[in-house]
């Protein structure tokens, strides 16, 4: 009996250590997924503001990831524009995307003409104003 014990427990050990490394695995595999992200982000919104086709969705990359990522951070524009450039997205998910850029842009237009709409109040009170970025 207490041979059974002594190897389960080896085994346990055994098992803890192959969880640790599959831990650090999945970490390190992680961030290397985070770098391609951040990277490839980078490279859609650089196309988008130079007006290039962007290259394609990396594999390791999930374009659902990109929506919710762009969502998040109000670059609906930017991120998503691009994506529609982009060769290999379905017809589905350029659905999405449209809706979004569209909501986005219809957004900023609206931000813009109600700023200037208090612009313009505030210089006929002759009240000194500065606008603050980050408006929204």
């Not at 085994?11 to 970490?27: C, D, F, H, I, S």
């Amino acid at each position: 009996m207490r041979w059974h014990f002594m190897q389960f427990m080896n085994n346990g050990a055994e098992m803890t250590e192959k969880v640790k490394n599959r831990e650090v695995w999945l970490q390190i595999k992680m961030e290397e997924n985070m770098s391609i992200l951040a990277n490839y982000l980078a490279q859609l919104i650089k196309a988008q503001l130079n007006g290039e086709k962007p290259v394609s969705v990396p594999e390791e990359i999930q374009v659902e990831d990109l929506i919710h990522l762009s969502c998040k951070n109000h670059m609906e524009y930017l991120v998503m524009g691009a994506l529609l450039k982009t060769d290999g997205i379905s017809e589905e998910i350029q659905g999405i995307l449209r809706s979004h850029v569209m909501r986005s842009i219809v957004r900023t237009t609206t931000q813009i003409m109600d700023l200037k709409e208090i612009i313009r109040r505030f210089e006929e009170k002759k009240i000194v104003n500065q606008p603050m970025k980050g408006h929204r």
